[in-house]
């Protein structure tokens, strides 16, 4: 936020508030409903099945095949970023949308507590005209400016002490009003780069959504079922994530926490429900808003993205996860699951999926958190 002097404005006293801009509707169900477009991917790739074992007789030649999965794949990676970042946006601008709101309130009460100063004031300089004490102009100084009137020691003499203290509390209530009309205007700033921020990320996951349903009609049907089958696969850069042999989480674990019951059946019951970019549910989820949606039903609210997610609780070893923890994935912490059991998390992968179980180590972990 921006920083201000502190030096008065003499005028105006009192800025017309600007209007605050009604903010673009994000409930769960219009965004399902924007998001439909993006999400044409889904009408080539909804069925999830397997990927197809050796291409018949004439059928395309498997490498450029297995090139555009992996391109795929990293568009999803790169679309499941930019979602996260966009996801942050709209929890910034919800945060000062309320902000905003609310100091336009308290800018609201300010004044009108100062209109009723001015009125002390008029009557004070009034007074002070009929006994000759203070000339027009010093009236008109009086009423516009009673903190550069108190300066004047020979005219604030001549004042009674409760003419002194009105004057005081109507110099602390311009004070107040200027200061919350910065502040104010500061957080409308704050909230229209805010709002950009979050177009900005909305259209480069458009973008890469359209590259990715692009590459997806170039493949003959299985291998498009395959691509809805598969998670987001390898990390771009590498990063290999913690490694632990499935094999070795079967055996009996500590039961859950009651808290991690609850998150865990609330995971279970969005099975089947579609991945949408920024959706929180009901109806439609992306990946942290699935994780966000099923704590909140055991009445503990995480953040909205995975990054935050991730700093939400107890990191935990790999190889000591329990069913409820949240399995963070990739080294830009951008894709998040919950861990069931028996090797396997509920996630809600990419565009043209649904909720639905995976196993644990489909992709890189890079971190195991305990709430």
């Not at 005028?11 to 903010?23: E, G, I, K, S, V």
């Not at 994000?26 to 477009?37: C, H, I, N």
């Not at 099923?294 to 995975?306: C, D, H, I, Q, Y």
Request: aromatic letters at 4%; glycine letters at 6%; one cysteine or more.
């Amino acid at each position: 936020m921006a920083h201000h002097s502190t030096k008065r404005a003499r005028t105006p006293m009192f800025a017309a508030l600007p209007a605050l801009p009604a903010l673009p509707a994000f409930s769960a169900r219009s965004r399902t409903v924007a998001a439909a477009a993006l999400t044409a991917v889904a009408a080539a790739a909804s069925m999830v099945g397997t990927a197809a074992a050796h291409p018949a007789p004439g059928a395309p030649n498997p490498a450029p095949v297995a090139s555009a999965n992996a391109q795929i794949a990293a568009l999803y990676r790169q679309a499941s970023e930019l979602t996260q970042t966009y996801d942050a946006a709209q929890e910034q601008a919800a945060r000062l949308t309320i902000a905003v709101q609310r100091s336009q309130s308290a800018l609201r009460a300010a004044h009108d507590d100062y209109l009723r100063q001015r009125t002390a004031l008029g009557a004070i300089a009034a007074d002070q005209y009929r006994a000759g004490g203070v000339d027009q102009r010093l009236a008109l100084m009086l009423a516009d400016h009673p903190d550069t009137f108190l300066d004047d020691a020979a005219m604030a003499a001549r004042l009674s002490d409760e003419q002194r203290r009105k004057i005081a509390e109507a110099v602390e209530s311009q004070r107040r009003l200027i200061e919350l009309q910065r502040t104010a205007n500061d957080q409308l700033t704050d909230l229209t780069a805010t709002r950009d921020s979050a177009a900005a990320s909305r259209r480069s996951v458009t973008d890469e959504l359209r590259k990715a349903q692009a590459l997806l009609q170039t493949l003959p049907a299985p291998q498009r079922h395959a691509v809805a089958a598969a998670d987001l696969g390898p990390d771009s850069t590498g990063f290999p994530g913690e490694r632990v042999d499935p094999d070795t989480l079967n055996h009996p674990a500590p039961p859950p926490s009651t808290r991690a019951r609850t998150a865990i059946e609330a995971a279970y019951a969005n099975l089947g429900k579609p991945y949408v970019f920024g959706a929180e549910g009901p109806d439609a989820f992306d990946c942290s808003g699935l994780i966000q949606r099923a704590w909140r039903e055991a009445g503990v609210e995480l953040p909205r993205t995975s990054s935050e997610q991730a700093e939400a609780g107890q990191q935990v070893p790999l190889s000591q996860i329990r069913p409820g923890d949240l399995v963070i994935y990739y080294s830009g912490r951008n894709h998040i699951g919950m861990y069931v059991g028996e090797g396997k998390i509920i996630h809600a992968p990419h565009p043209g999926t649904l909720v639905r179980i995976s196993p644990l180590m489909s992709m890189p972990v890079n971190m195991v958190v305990r709430v």
